[in-house]
């Protein structure tokens, strides 16, 4: 489970804390429908934004750690708060974007999705089919999930006997919850940030210090015992 903390060594801003995007911002003025409704331009400044600085970011070594831990587990499951696209960029492959992916539009005439990666767009960009007016392809607050990778997400952590929190405040719902739920039947809960959260007390192990340092150490360790059970 991953959350902007894991882009942050790309240069992708995170949301809370010093520096962070809602900083000076508040998240219902630019991150909710009712934003939206009231102020479509204005909505579109705030996400063009975004899409314009991350054109500059890349994948850094903690994306390319969890890409590599795909690889090192038979059943393995990446669930992201994230919506910049740098986890498929890095190579990981069995992602449930929980928030939805801000290079991708929607329609709110058609409800056609269209991808737009690296396409600069206007103000107001409206649909090739219908002229409808298109809107930021993520979840905002007060929306719900997108069922299936809500499914998805929730099956996967029923299932899994670890699950690893990697750069997130866990304070968004229901993503804050799921290492709570996958603790509630056994799992393994270990949490990697550079400082505690409201999950650190229910985690079995924190891991304090930067993903993109400690990401990497974790997969070697975690390929050596692959390949020689007995360290
Ligand atoms: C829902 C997409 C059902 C858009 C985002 C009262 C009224 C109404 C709603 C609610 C309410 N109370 C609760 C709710 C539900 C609400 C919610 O949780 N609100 C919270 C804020 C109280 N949730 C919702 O509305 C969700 N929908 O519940 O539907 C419903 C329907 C109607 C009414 C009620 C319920 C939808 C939530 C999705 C919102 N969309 N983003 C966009 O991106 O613009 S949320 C946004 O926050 C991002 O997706 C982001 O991923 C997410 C979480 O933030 P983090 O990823 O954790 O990032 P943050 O900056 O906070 O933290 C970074 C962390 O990394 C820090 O801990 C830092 O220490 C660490 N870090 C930094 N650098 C590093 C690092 N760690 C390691 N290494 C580093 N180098
Ligand atoms: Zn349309």
Known sequence: MTGAGVSAESGVPTFRGQGGLWQGR?????????????DPEGVWEFYNYRREKLLACKPNAGHAAIAALEAVFDDWTLITQ???GLHRQAGSRNIVELHGNIWTTRCTACCQEFDHFGDKLS????????????RPG????????????LAAAQDAVG???AILVVGTSSVVEPAASMAGWARAHGALVVEINLERTPLSEQADE??????????????????????????
């Open 26 to 38: 508040r998240a219902e003025d630019v991150a909710t429908p009712q934003a939206f409704q009231r």
């Open 206 to 231: 924190c891991l304090f210090g930067k993903a993109g340092e400690i990401l990497p150490r974790l997969v070697s360790a975690l390929k050596a015992r692959k390949s020689d059970p007995s360290q």
């Open 159 to 161: 299932r899994c006997q």
């Open 123 to 134: 103000r107001r960009p409206t649909c090739n089919d219908c002229g409808g007016l298109l």
């Open 82 to 84: 994230n919506v910049d």
């Open 138 to 149: 993520v979840v905002w607050f007060g929306e719900m999930l997108p069922p299936d990778a």
